[in-house]
T-cell receptor, first 112, second 115 residues
Framework: AQSVTQPDIHITVSEGASLELRCNYSYGATPYLFWYVQSPGQGLQLLLKYFSGDTLVQGIKGFEAEFKRSQSSFNLRKPSVHWSDAAEYFCAVGASGNQFYFGTGTSLTVIP | NAGVTQTPKFQVLKTGQSMTLQCAQDMNHNSMYWYRQDPGMGLRLIYYSASEGTTDKGEVPNGYNVSRLNKREFSLRLESAAPSQTSVYFC??????????????FGQGTRLTVV
């Protein structure tokens, strides 16, 4: 069965520090992988996506993610976090039949 | 460039009342979805519609009904609201694009409180 695990419920980082949010997935076939960001009171915005090819994908707002098939992971990274990055982040896998499965989210707090 | 539009944005209901959440997309997508978001639970699929004229249950369909009115619109109805349905509801649409790659677009959400 398809599933997405985000092991970190909440992460706090200092502004300017690097960030890595973890995501592990379970899916039998080649996965389509996504990271979404949700600012308070807002909908979900697509940060980046992986379909195939280069395993390091670049997204908006300076984010990147690396697909590691051997580890079933798709971790999100940013070299230097800004206060405006405080939000909730969701990892998702796109499955056949145009289905999407989401993780439970990681809440990011950025301290000055 | 509206994308996915949900109405209303906020709603308070009394237990037992009914209401319909509306969703419309202008991207000509075939597939549409209703999710609910609860703290610590992520997004859980309530119902989805793979194409106009079809609907299917998702993970948490009990207490809800849906209607795919046309290709653009997908509504979610609560016939008799319960406090357990207090949540944030998101509508989404998607299309299988080039080489079968899907991508979902979300509305801004409806914050529903049932008292």
């Amino acid at each position: 069965a398809q599933s997405v695990t985000q092991p970190d419920i909440h992460i706090t980082v200092s502004e300017g520090a690097s960030l890595e949010l973890r995501c592990n997935y379970s899916y039998g076939a080649t996965p389509y992988l996504f990271w979404y960001v949700q600012s308070p009171g807002q909908g979900l915005q697509l940060l980046l996506k992986y379909f195939s090819g280069d395993t390091l994908v670049q997204g908006i707002k300076g984010f990147e993610a690396e697909f590691k098939r051997s580890q079933s992971s798709f971790n999100l990274r940013k070299p230097s976090v800004h206060w405006s990055d405080a939000a909730e982040y969701f990892c998702a896998v796109g499955a056949s039949g145009n289905q999407f499965y989401f993780g439970t989210g990681t809440s990011l707090t950025v301290i000055p | 460039n509206a994308g996915v539009t949900q109405t209303p944005k906020f709603q308070v209901l009394k237990t037992g009342q009914s209401m319909t959440l509306q969703c419309a997309q202008d991207m000509n997508h075939n597939s549409m979805y209703w999710y609910r978001q609860d703290p610590g639970m992520g997004l859980r699929l309530i119902y989805y519609s793979a194409s106009e004229g079809t609907t299917d249950k998702g993970e948490v369909p009990n207490g809800y009904n849906v209607s795919r009115l046309n290709k653009r619109e997908f509504s979610l109805r609560l016939e008799s609201a319960a406090p357990s349905q207090t949540s944030v509801y998101f509508c989404a649409s998607s299309e299988v694009g080039h080489r079968g790659r899907p991508e979902a677009f979300f509305g801004q959400g409806t914050r529903l409180t049932v008292v």
